[in-house]
């Protein structure tokens, strides 16, 4: 079955600087991989997904990258600010169409 | 709603006790959802509702779990004889997957605490 791995675990930038989280997976079948971030006391929340015709999806200052042939894809924030502090969880489909999670980066934005 | 709401936002149950959680998805919305999230952990699958199919159960981790959906909305996570291990955040999430559209709109979560 599919199985994501994440890393790092829990990531520290300067604010402005660049965060880069990165994720795996296992299943070449796997078609649709989103980002989700998780506030403090609140549940997770979609921020960029991407499929897997496509090699990278931006959104002002996320974008998310895909490499099918490696089986990895990534989160880039760029000026990174105080309120993108949070967990980001990445996540993939499996053979049933259900989310496999990654384990979550916690990201930290140093004033 | 505007969104899920789940409830309560936080129980404290003394071991041994059945608890009862509930989660009210976005109207329309024919996926729910349950997961548990350990203090600083990902996130663990517990069970999908999906339309009037019978539910994906593979994620419950005993027996003393269980959950129902009733009339295709709302949705009740039952653990009965509470271990303190149960202890985590019980969030619930809902999409509208009958529409080709993955997204997980997600509840603020039960704290559960078991003494």
């Known amino acids: 079955g599919e199985n994501v791995e994440q890393h790092p675990s829990t990531l520290s930038v300067q604010e402005g600087d660049s965060a880069v989280i990165k994720c795996t997976y296992s299943?070449?079948?796997?078609?649709?991989f989103p980002w989700y971030k998780q506030e403090l006391g609140k549940g997770p929340q979609l921020i960029i997904d991407?499929?897997?015709n496509v090699g990278e999806k931006k959104d002002q200052r996320i974008a998310v990258t895909l490499n099918k042939t490696a089986k990895h894809f990534s989160l880039h924030i760029t000026e990174t600010q105080p309120e993108d502090s949070a967990v980001y969880f990445c996540?993939?489909?499996?053979?049933?169409?259900?989310?496999?999670w990654g384990a979550g980066t916690k990201l930290i934005i140093k004033p | 709603g505007a969104g899920v709401s789940q409830s309560p936002s936080n129980k404290v149950t003394e071991k041994g006790k059945d608890v009862e959680l509930r989660c009210d998805p976005i109207?329309?919305?024919?996926?729910l959802y349950w997961y548990r999230q350990s203090l600083g952990q990902g996130l663990e699958f517990l069970i999908y509702?999906?339309?009037?199919?019978?539910?994906?159960k593979s994620g419950l981790p005993s027996d003393r779990f269980s959950a129902e959906r009733t009339g295709g909305s709302v949705s009740t996570l039952t653990i009965q004889r509470t271990q303190q291990e149960d202890s985590a955040v019980y969030l619930c999430?809902?999409?509208?997957?009958?529409?080709?559209?993955?997204?997980?709109?997600f509840g603020s979560g039960t704290q559960l605490s078991v003494l």
């Open positions: 999430a809902s999409s509208d997957r009958g529409h080709s559209n993955e997204k997980l709109f």
């Open positions: 109207s329309g919305h024919t996926a």
């Open positions: 509702f999906q339309g009037n199919s019978a539910p994906d």
């Open positions: 299943d070449s079948a796997s078609n649709y």
């Open positions: 991407i499929r897997s």
């Open positions: 996540a993939a489909f499996d053979s049933n169409y259900q989310l496999i």
